[in-house]
């Protein structure tokens, strides 16, 4: 005869899984934040730089986000840090990065 298989503790066992997954993804956000100087942000500029990019619909700017986190991660993460696109506005937008757009409060 077969066990029967207990499905409270299997559901307890992917609920606490779920629940490190979630702990450390957060951990790692963290991580990232601090690694990129994102963390020298006022927490208001980095959550709006960060619903922009949840919410652009701008494949250009996506992509040239995407290679700007590729280059962080493959150890050019210095270059990575600085706004070198002639966009200031973009440049503001991409999280970890610190300038503002020109004629918004708070710009130089």
């Known amino acids: 005869m ?8 299997e559901l307890k066992a992917l609920t606490d899984k779920a629940r490190q997954l979630k702990t450390r993804k957060t951990s790692q956000l963290g991580e990232l934040v601090n690694a990129t100087g994102a963390d020298a942000l006022p927490a208001e500029m980095l959550a709006g730089a960060l619903l922009d990019a ?11 986000w ?3 986190g590729a280059a962080f991660f493959s150890g050019d993460g210095k270059g990575a840090r600085t706004g070198t696109g002639s966009d200031p506005r973009s440049a503001a937008a991409e999280p970890g990065n610190a300038q503002l757009p020109l004629g918004e409060p708070g710009a130089a």
């Open 54 to 64: 949840a919410t652009t619909s701008d494949a250009a700017r996506k992509e040239a």
């Open 2 to 9: 077969r066990k029967p298989r207990d499905y409270d503790a």
């Open 66 to 68: 995407r290679k700007k």
